[in-house]
Each structure stands twice: as C-alpha cells, then as structure tokens.
C-alpha cells in the first residue's frame, strides 16, 4: 500500500520503519521546519520500546542507557537509600530519534508540511497541506501527537484534550555541571521527593549522541507542580515574546524572568541536590499535563497511533512504550488480514491498552490538584 503518515517523532518513525520493512512505500509527513532533533529529554526503559528496537533492526540502541540500580528517597529528616529497586534503564529520547531518523530513505521523511484536513474516500485518503496542495495514500496513520489532525476525522472535531491542572517543568544538562556534593547525590541513583500537590525526580540518560561514559551523560530532571486553571495555565506556557503556546514550551522558550522563578521556588521547596539541578540548567522546559481517549481509534482508513489516539500523563513512563505498542500492533493486522479488518481488528486491541494506561496515569496523577 501507499501509507502516509502524518507525524515525524518517534509513533510515526516507529510506523514508518516497521511498515517499510514489510514491503509498503511508506512517506512521513512532519510539520516542524528542522526536525525534532534536541526537543526530547529522557525516557524509561519499557518492554515495549525494547522490543520496537528489536523489531526494526535497531539492537544496538537498547545497549545504549543508563542503569539506575538503587533509588533515593528525599523527606523531612533527610535521603533514604533503597537498594532493593529492581534495576531500571535510562534511555535517550534524542538517540532513539537520530537512529529512526536516519533510517528513512531520501524522499521518505518530509519536512515543512503541515496537514491542515483529510479527507476519506472510497479508495483512498486525501491529505491536504498548510500551502494548498494534496497528496493520497491508501491509508493514513496519525501519528501527529497531542494536536492532532487526523483524531478530528476519526473521533469528531469535539476531539479535545483535557487539560489537568499541573504542568511538568524539566531540565537536561551535562552531568559534569552538577556540584560535588548534588552529583554525589543524584548520579547512578533514581532519585525522588514528594510534597504536597508536587513530586519531583530525575535520572541519567546518555549523552546526545549516545554516551554513557561517565563524564558525558546527561541528567534528566522533572518537577510535576500546579497550575490551576486557564491564566495559571497560559503563564507558565507564555514564551519570552509574549505567546502563549497551547501544550509546551521547548528549551531557549522560557524567559529568563520565569527561569528565575524557577529556581527561586526550588530554592525555597526543594532539597539542595534538586535545587543544585535546577539552577544548573540554562534552558528548563515545560510540558502541561493533558488527558484525552479516543473513542475511535480507526475509519476506514485512517488509524491513529500514540498520543494522537490517548494522552497519557508522564508518570507511567509509557508514553513512548504505547507508541510502540502501537506501531508493532498495527504492523500484525495489516500483515494478517485485508485492510478493513486488519484495522478493526488493531482498534480493538489497542483502544483497551491505552484506556488502563490512561487511568492508571490519571491515578497516579491524582495527588497533584
């Protein structure tokens, strides 16, 4: 089949990859002008993205993270050491993203085409770009997020992702930019404290092009605090020109005024190794927190994958694992069965995993509003 897939980050690569192996002239279409290279931070190691590696031909780049092999637990009289927590794989976002990317033939990742409307006909889909022009494919995957275009034609234009009431601020710098006593702290370890309505944790991932020598990670830290209702919502997401963005903030966005508040609260909130973190990184960024499930993750022939179909808060760690999951399920039916079938078949099994994981998120969100 032809398959356009609207999205270029890692649902669509995921896809995209995986679908070309098996024979299809598969081409990305990824609004962004330069790619999304630099725009992730640090992920989990989940069963699911180890074995979309796998699947792709891509072993090497589960070798490629850091192992945490004890946690360390920030309270009111001090850290707590766990050394029982199972061992757990820090990944880069970034890496994974380089290896997918390059992985795409010339021709078969296009940048700068923003899809404003699809539209299905009987034996194909229509895919109408920003600049008026269009394209067709026998099936449409919309792999393109939290904005997604492609949810509207299959689950309504009412299609709207709920915002939570908290934000994620984040960071990801050097590891070498750490204090002595913060990197004594926090290195090698995961690392966790709660207070009321706002946890924060952080973690080693690799270096930018996959280093894990020590000295060339990086450290990954994420500060979950709220931020009720629509103006407390459009400050924090307001960049350094005055624009309010509608879900996140990328790193050099934030204002040096609002970065100094930052730190200033974790100065005042935070244990000194978290506040060593935030001070130490130049450009934080933010993620607000959003819940939206698809009631319909397939049409005739489009299919939605990742958060295009459900926005799962952070927490799970499975944002990317559910991509994944996405796309090695998707793969299975095409490959078994005619397209109709093969697409019912994939929104069945998918719509339920993405449900528990969405409830199990908001559950685990719920301590922060």
Not at 165 to 193: I, K, M, T
Not at 236 to 250: A, F, K, M, Q, W
Not at 272 to 283: G, I, K, M, P
Request: charged fraction near 25%; glycine fraction near 10%.
């Amino acid at each position: 089949m032809r398959i356009a897939i609207i999205g270029g980050s890692l649902a669509g690569l995921f896809a995209a990859t995986l679908l070309t192996q098996d024979g299809h002239d598969v081409i990305v279409y990824e609004r962004s002008l330069h790619g999304l290279e630099g725009r992730g931070a640090g992920l989990l190691g989940k069963r699911e993205t180890f074995a979309v590696l796998r699947a792709a031909g891509c072993e090497h780049v589960a070798r490629v993270g850091v192992v945490a092999r004890e946690r360390i637990v920030f309270g009111d009289t001090g850290p707590t050491i766990d050394q029982k927590m199972p061992p757990q794989m820090q990944i880069s976002w970034d890496y994974i993203y380089r290896v997918f990317r390059q992985r795409m033939a010339n021709g078969s990742y296009l940048l700068d085409r923003k899809v404003e409307q699809l539209r299905e006909e009987a034996d194909r889909v229509v895919v109408r770009f920003s600049d008026g022009s269009e394209t067709a494919a026998d099936l449409v995957i919309g792999a393109d997020g939290i904005a997604s275009v492609a949810r509207a034609t299959v689950d309504s234009q009412a299609a709207a992702n709920v915002y939570a009431g908290y934000v994620g601020w984040r960071g990801l710098l050097p590891e070498r930019d750490l204090p002595g006593f913060a990197a004594s702290d926090l290195l090698e370890r995961f690392a966790y404290f709660r207070m009321p309505h706002s946890h924060v944790l952080g973690f080693l991932v690799p270096g930018p092009n996959g280093e894990t020598k020590p000295g060339d990670r990086r450290y990954n830290w994420v500060w979950y605090r709220p931020a009720i209702g629509p103006t407390a919502r459009d400050d924090v997401l307001t960049d350094r020109e005055g624009r309010i963005h509608p879900y996140s903030l990328p790193p050099g966005a934030i204002s040096e005024r609002a970065r100094e508040r930052l730190v200033d609260d974790a100065k005042r909130l935070l244990p000194r190794s978290f506040v060593a973190a935030v001070e130490a990184t130049r450009q934080p960024f933010v993620q607000g927190i959003f819940d939206y499930e698809t009631e319909r993750m397939i049409s005739q022939r489009i299919a939605l994958v990742g958060d295009a179909a459900f926005v799962v808060r952070p927490h799970t760690g499975m944002g990317i694992a559910k991509a994944a999951a996405d796309a090695m399920a998707l793969r299975k039916h095409l490959a078994s069965a005619p397209l109709g079938e093969a697409l019912q078949q994939y929104g069945r099994e998918r719509r339920q995993a993405g449900g528990a994981i969405a409830a199990s998120g908001r559950e685990l969100g719920a301590h922060l509003v």
